[in-house]
């Protein structure tokens, strides 16, 4: 079942003046499109307990796939629970220490990355030398209604400090297994945060590839910048969701200036909206062309993305110093961040006791140290200080 989106698609359309029709054609046709690709369903495992290789097959050759439902009713619930105190908690403006009820806000504690904020509907990515220049070109930026703020909260990095569902979403055996088939038992964490598209408000991302470290490594191979998992807590639709360039992970570095100038449009024709329903997680090569428009419709998306590395992409590389400065991680600074791992295990086991929990191999024989409570949570504090970045 997909969500019925005619009323944010015409509400899409109506900001584009001359190009309504244009838009409202590309909306409809990309989904039809996304929705025939066969690269959609339950996480599925063979007798073996092994990923189905038509999953594997199908990631290969797309850039992407979505699990369907991989996610309870409950757990969904807990992490629509933690994005209300989420709100509950923003600064009261940008740059305010506190929030509506006068308690510290989130992110004021924070070193690291925390809370990013953004002009309505704008693009504040896009043509600009941020995050190394990767957004190369500045979509339209609709205007947005009269009585919407100044700025608004547009991404939430580090998400596992300041919520235990995001750090128990972390630990999802199924996912894991998938993260393990692709990136092999020592995989590494990355960075995790939140993508928050409120409706009428969302800033856009405008289209990019995400890698940075090793576009020009002989080792080069559609891997070898990782991939995040995004998980769906509302849906994604094509006026709020990322669009996607299915098979250019595999592509090397791709000029997406001339993309733009070529189609004549920001509106690539080979893209396609990646949809889903609440509870569903994507797999998404971060090689791959992607990007989102500002949400003029309806629909909230807030996408919980968690990445991970294989450790041969991370190990002794100098970080690409865009979600935390730049270190090189050798093996001390690698096992550090994965503790991460052990505490998100343990706090999926705390709320899931029925649930088999992941083995993380880098920590199996450590695993029983990590206790998750109340003191642990907080000890996250700028853990992402140390994501990988790469
Ligand atoms: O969620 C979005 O709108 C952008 C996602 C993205 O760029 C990413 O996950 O790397
Ligand atoms: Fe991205």
């Given at each position: 079942m997909v969500q019925d989106i005619s009323r944010s698609i015409e509400a899409c359309a109506?900001?584009?003046?001359?190009?309504a029709d244009a838009v409202r054609t590309y909306l409809i046709e990309g989904q039809a499109r996304a929705l025939a690709l066969p690269n959609r369903g339950p996480l599925r495992f063979d007798e073996a307990g092994e990923v189905h290789p038509d999953i594997l097959a199908a990631y290969s050759k797309y850039g992407f796939y979505i699990f369907e439902n991989a996610l309870s009713d409950e757990e969904v619930a807990d992490l629509k629970a933690d994005l209300d105190a989420i709100r509950a908690n923003y600064?009261?403006?940008?740059?305010?220490?506190?929030?509506a009820q006068g308690r510290p806000a989130i992110g004021s504690r924070n070193k690291a990355m925390a809370l990013q904020w953004a002009k309505p509907l704008s693009d504040p990515l896009g043509g600009t030398a941020l995050a190394n220049g990767r957004h190369q070109v500045k979509l339209f930026e609709p205007k947005a209604k009269?009585?919407?703020?100044?700025a608004s909260p547009f991404y939430l990095a580090g998400s596992l400090q300041f919520s235990p569902a995001c750090l128990r979403l972390y630990a999802h055996p199924g996912l894991l297994k998938v993260v393990e088939t692709i990136n092999g038992e020592d995989f590494t964490p990355f960075h995790e945060g939140l993508f928050i598209k409120e409706a009428g408000l969302g800033a856009a991302v405008s289209w990019?590839?995400?890698?940075?470290?090793?576009?020009?490594?002989?080792?080069?191979?559609?891997?070898?910048?990782g991939f995040n998992l995004m998980g769906q807590i509302y849906g994604s639709t094509a006026v709020n969701g990322v669009w996607v360039i299915p098979g250019t992970h595999k592509d090397g570095r791709i000029d997406i200036t001339k993309l733009v100038a070529d189609a004549g449009t920001e509106r690539l024709p080979q893209a396609l909206p990646i949809i889903c329903n609440a509870g569903d997680v994507v797999i998404n090569n971060r090689q791959l062309v992607h990007g989102s428009f500002a949400n003029t419709g309806y629909e909230t998306r807030v996408t919980a993305n968690f990445g991970f590395h294989r450790r041969s992409s991370v190990l002794n590389v100098k970080g690409a110093g865009i979600h935390a400065e730049a270190a090189t991680f050798d093996d001390a600074f690698i096992a550090e961040r994965s503790k991460v791992m052990g505490l998100a295990i343990a706090a999926r086991k705390a709320r899931f006791p029925d649930e088999t929990p992941y083995s993380y191999a880098p920590l199996a024989a450590k695993q029983d140290e990590f206790i998750w409570d109340a003191a642990a949570q907080a000890d996250l504090l700028d853990y992402n200080l140390m994501d990988l970045s790469i």
């Open positions: 109506a900001h584009y003046g001359e190009d600064p009261t403006h940008m740059g305010a220490d506190t929030d009269a009585d919407a703020p100044a990019h590839q995400d890698g940075d470290t090793h576009w020009d490594s002989p080792d080069f191979d559609e891997n070898i910048h």
